[in-house]
């Protein structure tokens, strides 16, 4: 073995104790810990912390440009770093809409302005149509050019399913894949509570899961008819798992994403006309919920992705019907997902796929295995370190999130990416 840079020891890899020998910015060696020394390489001592792939997200919204006052670049990736995640796709919903060069360009200049020694890897998401208005397509040979991995119309779904399947066509032949947000928009579109027991006593229009589940099903025949991939984003309910799942047993080139919030809490969490928890898709009920967790665990659903929808404190602060979707998740979602594993409802394998390997494959990102020449992009976390969820310890600038109290189990202690140290 040449010399390592520096060494990671005793960190725990699959619950052995492990050493981590790290040099330009790759994996030299991963081999259980045998006290042995490693030369004059400096040395972190990792005993008691977990090892894990640097996280993945490949769906966040960073605001930036445009909504400043909601999050911005440098913030959104600092939450990202401190939550555990190396690499984010920030979505186009900005103003001005990422749908041209120049903006991704700016995008990716900001991100390294914010972390001129390397931080979190920035990934942006093009826009499917020209100003996400669902009329015309974006231009996506250029958004490619300037470093898109996907297209996306995320935050205002498409009706036109012609124009739909033009873009699924078109940015199949610059290798991007359309990431759809799947909603009937003619459905309730967004009102932020699921159709049911709650909506009705709280007075409030429903979004059904039928919603969901009528554009899931147009876009799985799609694909299908096709041959070309789609990427459906933040699942959450059984009608869109059942399809997704048989489409995947037909061979249909189709991946999807659901979000910690998805998995951890219901409908009941809107009581009392909380807006922290008004988020596009809604939160459902308990038999989704066991849905999501266990289309997670059989890979139905490939991978976890937070939906980091952040909103300033009076845009939330309004009755309900007036108050913006969306869920802060950057600073919790590691926390959460491991706070699963304690409880087994996720394996520690599950979580590594879904939070790294299943995302980097299917928008094909760097993702760290642990195998020689891997980046070095890694997450070290304490599941010691527990701490409560509030407006201090997030660093995000949206605190938008019904977890606001919650103790999370532990937190992330180091993260590197490229093999320096961000955390
Ligand atoms: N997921 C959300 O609740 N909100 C998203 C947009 C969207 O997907 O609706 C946002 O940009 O705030
Ligand atoms: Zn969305």
């Not at 499917?128 to 991995?149: F, K, W």
């Not at 988020?279 to 289309?295: I, Y």
């Not at 979707?325 to 394998?349: P, Q, R, Y």
Request: proline share 7%.
């Amino acid at each position: 073995m040449s010399s390592p840079d520096f060494v990671i020891k005793n960190a725990l890899w699959r619950g052995e104790a492990h050493d981590l020998c790290v040099a330009d910015g790759k994996v030299l060696e991963l081999r259980p810990a045998s006290g042995e020394g490693y030369g004059d390489a400096p040395v972190v001592d990792a005993s008691g912390l977990v090892l894990l792939p640097a996280l993945i997200d490949v769906h966040t919204h960073l605001r930036e440009p445009g909504f400043e006052w909601k999050e911005d670049i440098a913030t959104g990736l600092s939450a990202a770093a401190h939550g555990g995640f190396g690499s984010v796709m920030c979505m186009a919903n900005t103003d001005p809409v990422n749908d041209n060069a120049a903006v991704t360009e700016r995008m990716l200049d900001r991100a390294r302005e914010a972390f001129p020694g390397g931080g979190p890897r920035l990934f942006p998401v093009g826009a499917l149509s020209v100003g996400l208005a669902g009329h015309e397509l974006a231009p996506m040979g250029e958004l490619a050019a300037a470093g898109c991995r996907a297209v996306s119309n995320d935050g205002m779904p498409v009706a036109n399913s012609e124009l739909f399947r033009h873009a699924v066509e078109y940015a199949a032949d610059f290798g991007l894949t359309v990431i759809d947000h799947c909603e009937d928009p003619h459905m309730a579109l967004g009102v932020g509570v699921n159709e049911g027991a709650i909506s009705s006593r709280l007075g409030l229009k429903g979004q059904p899961t039928v919603a969901e589940s009528l554009q899931v099903a147009r876009d799985v025949l799609l694909a299908e008819y096709l041959g070309l991939p789609i990427h459906i984003a933040h699942v959450s309910c059984r009608e869109s798992v059942e399809l997704i799942a048989r489409a995947k047993e037909r061979g249909v080139r189709v991946t999807a994403e659901t979000c910690p919030h998805y998995l951890l809490l219901t409908e009941d969490a809107v009581e009392g006309y909380d807006t922290a928890a008004k988020v596009n898709p809604p939160l459902r009920t308990m038999d989704h919920v066991q849905v999501m967790r266990e289309a997670l665990r059989t890979g139905v659903i490939d991978m976890l992705a937070t939906d980091h929808a952040p909103h300033a404190a009076h845009e939330k602060e309004v009755p309900f019907t007036q108050a913006p979707n969306g869920i802060s998740g950057l600073d919790t979602a590691l926390c959460v997902t491991m706070g699963l594993v304690d409880e087994g409802v996720l394996s520690l394998d599950d979580l590594v796929r879904a939070w790294a390997t299943a995302p980097a494959k299917a928008f094909g990102l760097p993702v760290c295995a642990f195998a020689p020449g891997d980046p070095a992009d890694f997450t070290l976390y304490d599941p010691s370190a527990s701490w409560v969820v509030s407006p201090q310890t997030m660093h995000s600038k949206g605190r938008n999130t019904p977890l606001l109290g919650r103790t999370m189990p532990g937190r992330t202690a180091f993260l590197y990416v490229n093999g320096k140290r961000v955390v």
